[in-house]
C-alpha cells in the first residue's frame, strides 16, 4: 500500500535529494496540462525547489507562450537530441522565479523527432541538476503521449468534470498503468461549484466513484486565468484567486507537505457581491 | 416520460452523466464496443434454445459493473412444454 500523497509523504523512494519526473497528462486536449505545468512548476521554484518544465508537445508548443517566455527560444529539445546544441543552451532560465527553467520543444517538427528512450536520457541528464522535472505532455495517446510518459516517475493526470474528459483520462490511466506506473494522481480543473451545487456539472465525489483514482488538485473555474494566459504570466506568480491557491496547494502537496483536499463551495449572493475573501 | 423529461432537464444531469460513465467504462475497460451485448444475448438463447424451449422476447442479459470486476447477469424465461410458464432461471456468468 502506497503511502497517500496527500498525507505528507514523500514519494516511494525519493529523498528530498533525488530528482523525481513529474508527467502532466490528460488524454483529452484543452483541459488545463499546460497551464497546469506552468503554474505548479513556478510554485515549486517559489518554495525554493529547483525546477524544469519541458514541453514535448513536438510540433505544437505552447508552454514557451503561456509562461511568458516565447521570445527567448534558441534551441529546443529536438536540437539537443540530434547534437546540435548542449543542453544548458536549450534551457532558458525564467528570471521571475529562482531556479525555474523551461526546456521547449521544437516548432517546426512533430512527435516523430524524439522517441520515448531519448526522453528518458534526456530526463536522466535533467535529473543531474533538478529536483522536480515537470513534463507538459500533448494530447492523445499516440507518440507524443509515449514519450512524456516513459521517463514518468509521478503522472498527473488532467480533467475537467464532464464526460469525455472523464473517459478518455480512464484509459490514459489504464494505459499508464499497463506500462508500470503506480503513482498516478487526478487533477479536477475547471470545477464550478454553483453548477456542481445545482448538479450540472459531475462533483468531485462523482469522479471519485467513477475512476477510483486518488485526488491530488482541485482547480476552480478562475477568470484570472485567461489574462494570465494573455500576458504570459501566470497566475501563481502573484495572484490570490482560487486557481492560483489551488496551483501552490498541488505543489505543496507534491514536495511532500500534508495540505487536506479542499472542495470548492460555491459562493453566496453576498459574497459574489462583495467580492471574495482572500 | 418522467424519466425522459428528467433526462432532458439541465438539473440532475450530473447525475445522469454519472451514470453513463459507470456504465459505459464498464465496457471500454472489457475493451468491448456496448453493442455487442446485444450479440451475446443472441448467441446465449440460441445455445439454450438448442436444449430447452426459451421464452425470447423476456431475455434480459446485463453488465453489472462493480468496483474492481464486472458480471454479466442473464434471465432467461422459459416455456414448459403445456403452455404454462415454467420457473424463471436467472444464470450468471463472470465476466471479468
Known amino acids: 500500500m502506497l503511502p497517500s500523497i496527500l498525507n505528507g509523504h514523500a514519494m516511494n523512494e525519493h529523498t528530498s535529494l533525488e530528482a523525481q519526473v513529474i508527467t502532466v497528462t490528460s488524454g483529452k486536449g484543452g483541459v488545463g496540462k499546460t497551464t497546469l505545468t506552468a503554474n505548479v512548476g513556478i510554485a515549486l521554484a517559489q518554495l525554493g525547489r529547483k525546477v524544469v518544465v519541458v514541453d514535448s508537445d513536438i510540433g505544437l508548443r505552447n508552454l514557451d507562450l503561456v509562461m ?3 521570445h527567448r527560444i534558441v534551441y529546443d529539445i529536438v ?3 540530434e547534437g546540435r546544441c548542449r543542453l544548458r543552451q536549450a534551457l532558458i532560465r525564467d528570471k521571475r522565479v529562482a531556479e525555474l527553467f ?3 520543444a521544437a516548432q517546426t517538427r512533430d512527435k516523430t523527432a524524439v522517441n520515448p528512450q531519448q526522453m528518458i536520457q534526456v530526463c536522466d541528464e ?3 541538476e533538478f529536483e522536480f522535472i515537470l513534463i507538459d505532455s500533448p494530447a492523445g495517446i499516440e507518440q507524443g503521449f509515449q514519450n512524456a510518459l516513459a521517463p514518468a516517475d509521478l503522472v498527473l493526470v488532467v480533467i475537467n468534470p464532464e464526460v ?3 473517459r478518455d483520462a ?6 499508464a498503468e499497463s506500462q508500470g506506473k503506480t503513482q498516478i494522481y487526478l487533477v479536477i480543473n475547471r470545477v464550478v461549484p454553483a453548477r456542481v451545487k445545482r448538479q450540472e456539472m459531475l462533483s468531485v465525489e462523482d469522479i471519485k466513484e467513477v475512476l477510483s483514482t486518488e485526488i491530488i488538485g482541485i482547480v476552480p473555474e478562475d477568470d484570472a486565468i485567461l489574462s494570465a494566459s494573455n500576458r504570459g504570466m501566470p497566475v501563481v506568480c502573484n495572484g490570490k484567486g ?4 489551488a496551483y501552490r496547494d498541488i505543489a505543496r502537496r507534491l514536495s511532500g507537505e500534508h495540505v487536506p483536499l479542499e472542495i470548492p463551495q460555491a459562493l453566496g449572493w453576498w459574497q459574489r457581491l462583495f467580492g471574495k475573501a482572500s | 416520460m418522467k424519466a425522459l423529461n428528467r433526462f432532458f432537464a439541465k438539473s440532475n444531469s450530473a447525475q445522469v452523466a454519472k451514470q453513463r460513465l459507470q456504465t459505459l467504462l464498464a465496457y471500454d475497460r ?5 453493442g455487442v451485448l446485444a450479440l451475446i444475448k443472441d448467441d446465449i438463447v440460441a445455445a439454450i434454445s438448442r436444449r430447452v424451449s426459451v421464452d425470447c422476447e423476456h431475455v434480459n442479459v446485463n453488465l453489472l459493473h462493480e468496483q474492481n470486476s464486472s458480471k454479466l447477469v442473464v434471465d432467461i424465461p422459459l416455456i414448459a412444454n403445456r403452455g404454462a410458464r415454467a420457473v424463471r432461471s436467472a444464470g450468471r456468468s463472470n465476466a471479468r
Not at chain 1, 480512464?170 to 494505459?175: F, P, S
Not at chain 1, 482560487?242 to 491557491?245: F, G, K
Open chain 1, 242 to 245: 482560487p486557481a492560483a491557491l
Open chain 1, 79 to 81: 536540437d539537443y537530441v
Open chain 1, 126 to 128: 535533467l535529473r543531474k
Open chain 2, 30 to 34: 472489457l475493451e468491448i464496443p456496448p
Open chain 1, 102 to 104: 523551461l526546456l521547449p
Open chain 1, 164 to 166: 469525455s474528459s472523464v
Open chain 1, 170 to 175: 480512464d484509459r490514459v490511466i489504464g494505459l
Open chain 1, 68 to 70: 511568458g517566455l516565447e
